[in-house]
T-cell receptor, first 114, second 114 residues
């Protein structure tokens, strides 16, 4: 597995503002993903963070709303832009380590938008 | 795209009895099926996974079975204990075809009754 950290662990934000969430891994990984989990719901993939190129977004998610960076093999950021109360959720990153065909999740960022 | 259905949504089991959670998938190209356990307020944790070249896999009290023809797979927990209480998610992906992203089921809330 891999040791994954996320910052911040939680935040309360005002509508119309933006928040950047960081995901850091202790070793180089092949794939990094960003998910959203609304209260009591399943995990929904937002995008795949590609190292050195633009992220691949899932249907219903757009780059202007959720810009993603992945400058190297151990770090990625997700920005939630122009937030509204509907963006209140838990945001999780996951990683797929080299030679391991599975995903491991970070601890998540709990976001509340007022 | 892939669609994963999971049943039941809630399950209550007497301590010591067995629990079974079932998932069906739609894409016959899917070949990797992990199961995650998520305790309240915590990240999803991988508990077991199976690949399509295997029909069954067991790890102590946990087992997973896969029926490729019927496109369904199941999680079996035997001799349940209070610490098994959590939400369980199944997932599917088509790894061998370059599709590493996971599609998750809707989750099963398992409660172990002492």
């Amino acid at each position: 597995s891999a040791v994954i950290s996320q910052k911040p662990s939680r935040d309360i934000c005002q509508r119309g503002t933006s928040l950047t969430i960081q995901c850091q891994v202790d070793s180089q990984v092949t794939m990094m993903f960003w998910y959203r989990q609304q209260p009591g719901q399943s995990l929904t993939l937002i995008a795949t963070a590609n190292q050195g190129s633009e992220a691949t977004y899932e249907s219903g998610f757009v780059i202007d709303k959720f810009p993603i960076s992945r400058p190297n093999l151990t770090f990625s950021t997700l920005t939630v832009s122009n937030m509204s109360p509907e963006d209140s959720s838990i945001y999780l990153c996951s990683v797929e380590p080299y030679r391991q065909e599975t995903q491991y999740f970070g601890p998540g960022t709990r976001l509340l938008v007022l | 795209g892939e669609n994963v259905e999971q049943h039941p949504s809630t399950l209550s089991v007497q301590e010591g009895d067995s629990a079974v959670i079932k998932c069906t998938y739609s894409d016959s190209a899917s070949n990797y099926f992990p199961w995650y356990k998520q305790e309240l307020g915590k990240r999803p944790q991988l508990i077991i996974d199976i690949r399509s070249n295997v029909g069954e896999k067991k790890d102590q009290r946990i087992a997973v079975t896969l029926n490729k023809t019927a496109k369904h797979f199941s999680l079996h927990i035997t001799e349940t204990q209070p610490e098994d209480s959590a939400v369980y998610f199944c997932a599917a992906s088509g790894r061998w075809f370059g599709n590493e992203k996971l599609t998750f089921g809707t989750g099963t809330r398992l409660t172990i009754i002492p």
